[in-house]
């Protein structure tokens, strides 16, 4: 970096910048502009989509209880995913970091490496674990005698967080893995030195240290659940919408473009105010750590 | 270093069980002898494999995935890396801003990424096309390509670069010939990382393919949508195989947490 405070050159960083800038503005802000816009425009069963300006959309959603209960049950998934995340994630990071080095990194491969397989064939393979009354979960927690009737698995919400907490687990794993690393192990010790149990060393120096880890994680699983497309899609089957899958229909089953555009621009909306709101709130409760 | 006790192995070993099992199930039914879904008891089959080369949508739209992964992360790496050599070696006003640009189709989700696009494309005259896949596919993977190059050129020694000045070397000769190899490593594992996300990309595909041009995840998926039956699960066994050969040279070449947690502090 010493180098880049010699180099005050103001052209050559534009002229390598500029292709890449260019293609954004071109291909991603003027297509957003042009959805935001969408959602004002109007849409009839035979005139189509009509460009004017018209607040149609968005009284429909504001006022129509389909689409609040419809949001209210996205964000309602994408909490329970989180906590879900936090609860198992958290723990399993902590488990794995004290692990010794060969069986470290082999666990961390297995955990992370479901990040890059195809969300498609994860999802699938909870449709078959889950699969009708007798599916293996049921039988297996039958048999544990952990439930006496079978747990309607398929397109019902249980499964969807079951399936989606499986798809988000590894962001929550390296994020709290993240953390851990900035943590100094001698405090540990030094506790211990000092006659704390495992339960307060948890709870007293664990916890505090790796919790700016766990919110940053719970942020990220959030934004991702509230806007998961496949997995509620295959495990919610046709009739349990989520916003993701309400403007998929609205775009290529009921050709309503400007519905979907502002749901779309709505989740959007949403995401980024939650995303940006908490990242202030963790970064000013735990500023000494972002130092 | 105190180690786990037994409570805490049996938590792990759970976990991973339940981590690992949704994708070891799809691996097994694949291999089923049965013309149902179930777990192969009596014998492994590769008959559902074989089924595959019988529905030409699924070989095409696997084909399609390849080359349009392969393009796109290219196209991407093409822009990537000029815009990387500047962020890591400039301060200049609007610097940070335009990383934030840059790396931002990693904050907005697919499904209005996918939407904007297709209302894009469609008034540009481009709906379905293969090059409006390519240009979506391109916004999506560049932060992956971005990152690693960024993680590469921030990291370099530029001793080397001085001394090929010195020696008389310039503009596409010190780049070609000096900085490209240095940052290599970076660009590779950049180029391996937006393939897969390419590969698996789903959301926003979704909205853009057409007939012709689906891609392997969107064929997969409105094959779902209508049933669920064990050439599905051959088809996502050979999906799954593909990622994890990715993965492992990924892991061998760069390391997988350090490529993940994209916080690679120099390029090795």
Request: glycine fraction near 8%; hydrophobic fraction near 55%.
């Amino acid at each position: 970096m010493s180098m880049a405070a010699e180099e005050r050159s103001t052209r050559a960083p534009w002229v390598l910048t500029a292709p890449a800038l260019m293609l954004f503005v071109g291909v991603l802000l003027i297509p957003l502009a042009m959805t935001v816009m969408l959602s004002f425009h109007d849409w009839g069963q035979y005139k189509g989509v009509e460009p004017v300006f018209i607040l149609k959309n968005w009284h429909e959603i504001a006022t129509d209880p389909y689409y609040a209960e419809m949001f209210w049950r996205t964000f309602r998934i994408a909490i329970l995913t989180t906590l879900l995340t936090a609860l198992l994630g958290a723990p399993e990071a902590y488990i794995l970091n004290r692990m010794s080095g060969g069986w470290k990194s082999f666990f961390l491969l297995v955990i992370l490496g479901p990040l890059l397989i195809s969300v498609v064939a994860r999802t699938l393979g909870w449709a078959l674990l889950f699969g009708g009354n007798n599916g293996l979960v049921n039988k297996l927690l039958m048999s544990l005698g952990a439930i006496r009737s079978p747990i309607p698995f398929m397109f019902t919400e249980t499964g969807m967080v079951v399936a989606l907490a499986h798809v988000m687990m590894p962001f929550m794993v390296l994020s709290v893995w993240a953390a851990l690393q900035r943590l100094d192990p001698q405090i540990e010790n030094a506790a211990m030195s000092l006659g704390a149990g495992p339960a307060t060393i948890i709870r007293r120096i664990i916890m505090p240290q790796i919790m700016p880890g766990v919110l940053s994680g719970a942020i990220i699983v959030f934004s991702l659940s509230a806007s998961a497309f496949a997995t509620p899609a295959i495990i919610g089957g046709r009739r349990l919408k989520v916003a993701a899958t309400l403007a998929y229909d609205e775009f290529l089953n009921t050709l309503n473009w400007p519905l979907g555009a502002a749901v779309a621009t709505l989740l959007l909306v949403a995401l980024v105010l939650i995303v940006v709101g908490s990242n202030a709130l963790i970064e000013r409760r735990y500023a000494e750590v972002f130092r | 270093m105190s180690r786990n006790g037994p409570l805490a192995l049996i938590f792990h070993t759970v976990f991973v069980i339940i981590m690992v099992a949704p994708i070891l199930v799809v691996c097994l039914v694949a291999f089923t002898p049965e013309g149902f879904l179930s777990l192969p008891t009596n014998g492994f089959s590769l008959r559902w494999f074989r089924t595959i080369a019988n529905y030409p949508e699924f070989v095409h739209a696997f084909w399609v995935s390849l080359g349009l992964g392969a393009l796109s992360s290219l196209v991407a790496l093409v822009f990537a890396v000029p815009a990387a050599l500047a962020i890591a070696r400039y301060r200049f006003r609007g610097r940070d801003v335009l990383a934030a640009l840059f790396l931002s189709p990693l904050m907005i989700p697919h499904v209005v990424l996918g939407i904007a696009f297709l209302r894009f494309f469609t008034s540009a005259g481009l709906g379905g096309s293969f090059a409006a896949l390519i240009i979506a596919h391109v916004i999506i993977v560049f932060p992956f390509a971005l990152r690693l190059t960024l993680a590469a050129a921030t990291g370099m020694d530029r001793s080397v670069e001085m001394a090929a000045v010195s020696l008389g070397a310039g503009g596409w000769t010190l780049f070609r010939r000096v900085t490209l190899p240095l940052i290599l490593p970076g660009v590779i594992s950049g180029w391996a990382l937006a393939f897969i996300q390419s590969f698996d990309d789903l959301t926003m595909t979704v909205f853009l393919a057409a007939p012709g041009t689906e891609t392997l995840p969107v064929r997969m998926f409105l094959y779902i949508q209508d049933n669920i039956d064990p050439l599905v699960t051959s088809v996502s066994a050979c999906v799954i195989a593909i990622t994890m050969t990715a993965l492992v040279l990924l892991d061998r070449f760069y390391g997988l947490d350090r490529v993940l947690a994209g916080k690679g502090d120099t390029g090795r």
